[in-house]
């Protein structure tokens, strides 16, 4: 069975940082890019950002671009979010998404940012 | 402000046909592919239909999408009490600093 798992959210102070992972199984992860897509409450999706199947080429949405960081490890199965200098507009459940079609997602990790 | 504009909200009886909208640019639904998302409430998204107009395997065929120019939209006939749920479209948008994924706002279905 296909499977994306978040995990590493929670609560954070404006400014501070949180590495998210999202570990996958049952497909060959190195094949496939991936993707991290937010929700804040109450809200619609917005996609934050993309790494090709060997880790050359990442694009970030304006709103993130030099705060976050994305990367991943084909060996163990994983991709990760580094988000630095967080602000309340962060605050979101944050979902990984395997590939061109989305699909599938995680159940998602939720990221709050208050003080 | 999303990139793709949706309706906020739809509503129909069981049985009933509904369409579902999604207006885009040239830059993203008029030279790209447009996607389908179900989120179920208090759950994750789930792909409903790919490359405009395919279903994936498992999704009913009262699921339909279809695309003209910068413009989509989803229809779902025979509607059922389990389609209440919300709605979004998403493309790939070719900016100039780089590609990336628009989603439209999201439409909240009520099945009445």
């Known amino acids: 069975e296909v499977q994306l798992v978040e995990s590493g959210g929670g609560l954070v102070q404006p400014g501070g940082s949180l590495r998210l992972s999202c570990a996958a199984s049952g497909f060959t992860f190195s094949s496939y890019e991936m993707n991290w897509v937010r929700q804040a409450p109450g809200k619609g999706l917005e996609w934050v950002s993309y790494i090709s199947s060997s880790g050359s080429t990442i694009y970030y949405a304006d709103s993130v671009k030099g705060r976050f960081t994305i990367s991943r490890d084909n060996a163990k199965n994983s991709l990760y979010l580094q988000m630095n200098s967080l602000r309340a507009e962060d605050t979101a459940v944050y979902y990984c998404a395997r590939g061109e079609l989305l699909d599938p997602w995680g159940q998602g990790t939720l990221v709050t940012v208050s003080s | 402000q999303s990139v793709l504009t949706q309706p906020p909200s739809a509503s129909g009886t069981p049985g009933q046909r509904v369409t579902i909208s999604c207006s885009g640019s040239s830059s993203n639904i008029g030279s790209n592919y447009v996607y389908w998302y179900q989120q179920l409430p208090g759950t994750a998204p789930k792909l409903l239909i790919y490359r405009n107009n395919q279903r994936p395997s498992g999704v009913p065929d009262r699921f339909s999408g279809s695309k003209s120019g910068t413009s989509a939209s989803l229809a779902i006939s025979g509607l059922r009490s389990e389609d209440e749920a919300d709605y979004y479209c998403?493309?790939?948008?070719?900016?100039?600093?780089?590609?990336?994924?628009?989603f439209g706002g999201g439409t909240k279905l009520t099945v009445l």
């Open positions: 998403a493309a790939w948008d070719d900016s100039l600093s780089g590609p990336y994924w628009v």
